[in-house]
């Protein structure tokens, strides 16, 4: 078993323990500890990608790996305003699953996405890494791969950050020992992000090139 991944089932609660109230209270305890100048960051980075014609790659293990997919769906489709808006390059390692399960199998599971990384990331793209615990083997692989090759290393974690927090440029820790309040916040700062780069985006001014009207990045 790897070390430190999330283990989802060892931190549920028992049915004797568990209480639906209490849970939703433990979740609006922690909002007020979002690290909301790190998520700013996060969509500072975003929209430089943007503006200097990078791509976005996401990735993350279980539930984060669902949110790595929903993360690649809002950027790409939903921050898109009409037909003719600017848009985002992003990609989720997360939804090939021949391409995972060879690299697992052939590699090793822990060199999932930083294999991705060698074949797609370039100097100045920006990769983001979601992971309750930040020290989920494939993720530090991942980043290590990243910055080793120029990228922009963003991340999404839970407990104190982890592994990942050191090796991520911008990282912003949801400050909770609860794996289900880590990943409901995190998607939380995923639709906040979502929003907050879809007004920028269709606020970019436009102007006509060659005929074509675009948006522009000056």
Known sequence: ?????????SRLSTPAEFSVQAYFQTLSRTIPQIPYAGIQQIIAAIMQAFENDRTI????????????SHVMCDLSKGTIGSSDSPR???MSFTDNVPLLTAWANDAG????????VRNFVRPGDV???ISGSGNSPSIIEALKTARDLGAITLGMAGFQGGEMRALCDVCAVVPSENIQVVEDLHHAIAHAMLLAV???LCSQPKRVVGGVTSASSD
């Open 1 to 9: 078993m790897q070390r430190g991944t999330e283990n989802e089932s």
């Open 57 to 68: 790659f996401v990735f993350g293990n279980g539930g984060s790996a669902a949110t790595a």
């Open 88 to 90: 985002l390059k992003v």
């Open 109 to 116: 599971y822990e060199h999932i996405f930083s294999q991705q």
């Open 127 to 129: 990769v983001l890494a």
């Open 198 to 200: 879809r007004q920028m």
